[in-house]
């Protein structure tokens, strides 16, 4: 081979693992970001959920609940299991049919 072949074979070879590079370090920087805002998403759940605990101080009922939850999440699953509704990852314990205390599956 001579010379133009072998420099032209480099360069193909040297710009290809530079687009390897940009593209990888591009995928890095969206998951990156997503996982930002996913952390963000779930914080906000959280908190909304706690104050919620705290703003009915384990006075509130189940159907309440449950129609707060249908309102606001309406794109969720609930399930009910064992006296309990869950909405992804978190639990509203009941007892008596009164609201007695939010478990995170996460924590």
């Known amino acids: 081979m001579n010379s133009k072949t ?3 074979i480099f360069l193909a070879i040297i710009i290809s ?3 390897f590079w940009l593209y990888i370090f591009v995928d ?3 998951s990156y970001d997503h996982l ?3 952390i963000t998403y779930l914080r ?3 908190d909304l959920m706690r104050n919620l605990m705290m703003d009915f101080n384990g006075s509130i009922s189940m159907v ?3 129609t707060i939850l249908k309102n606001n999440y309406s794109n969720q699953i609930i399930k009910e299991e064992n ?3 869950f909405v992804d990852d978190i639990g509203f314990k009941f007892k008596n049919n009164k609201l007695t ?3 995170f599956m996460n924590e």
């Open 83 to 85: 006296g309990s509704l």
């Open 17 to 19: 693992t530079n687009l």
């Open 101 to 103: 205390g939010i478990v």
């Open 44 to 46: 906000e759940d959280r």
């Open 6 to 8: 072998l420099s032209f």
């Open 64 to 66: 309440k609940v449950r």
């Open 36 to 38: 930002q805002r996913e």
């Open 28 to 30: 890095q920087s969206v």
